[in-house]
């Protein structure tokens, strides 16, 4: 059974950065494609960024591009979101993806594997 573990969440000041991190357990993370979205309060889950298996394309949401970046390292099993240039409105729980077709979808009903997720909260 695949499992993801999300790390790196917790509190920052308006402008600053975090990175989270994804372990994947299981099987090897080259064999998903990869993704992040988040829930505020009082807010359906949304779709962040993706990162594809293989070439390693990725999608970003419109509020995130140009301050938040997906990576992969698969050596490590390891998925990264790096989070600069931080908002209020950027917080909320971050959860960590996966599934095994190519393309990374910004529907929930696409992955196939979730993990826990991790609080980002940015507050002055």
């Known amino acids: 059974q695949v499992q993801l573990v999300e790390s790196g969440g917790g509190m920052v000041q308006p402008g600053g950065s975090l990175r989270l991190s994804c372990v994947v357990s299981g099987r090897t993370a080259s064999s998903y494609s990869m993704g992040w979205f988040r829930q505020a309060p009082g807010k359906e889950r949304e779709f962040v960024a993706g990162i594809t298996r293989g070439v390693g394309s990725t999608v970003y949401v419109d509020s995130v591009k140009g301050r938040f970046t997906i990576s992969r390292d698969n050596a490590k099993n390891t998925v990264y979101l790096q989070m600069n240039s931080l908002k209020p409105e950027d917080t909320a729980v971050y959860y960590c993806?996966?599934?095994?077709?190519?393309?990374?979808?910004?529907?929930?009903?696409?992955?196939?594997?979730w993990g826990q997720g991790t609080q980002v909260t940015v507050s002055s």
């Open positions: 993806t996966a599934r095994t077709g190519y393309a990374v979808p910004q529907t929930l009903g696409a992955y196939d594997y």
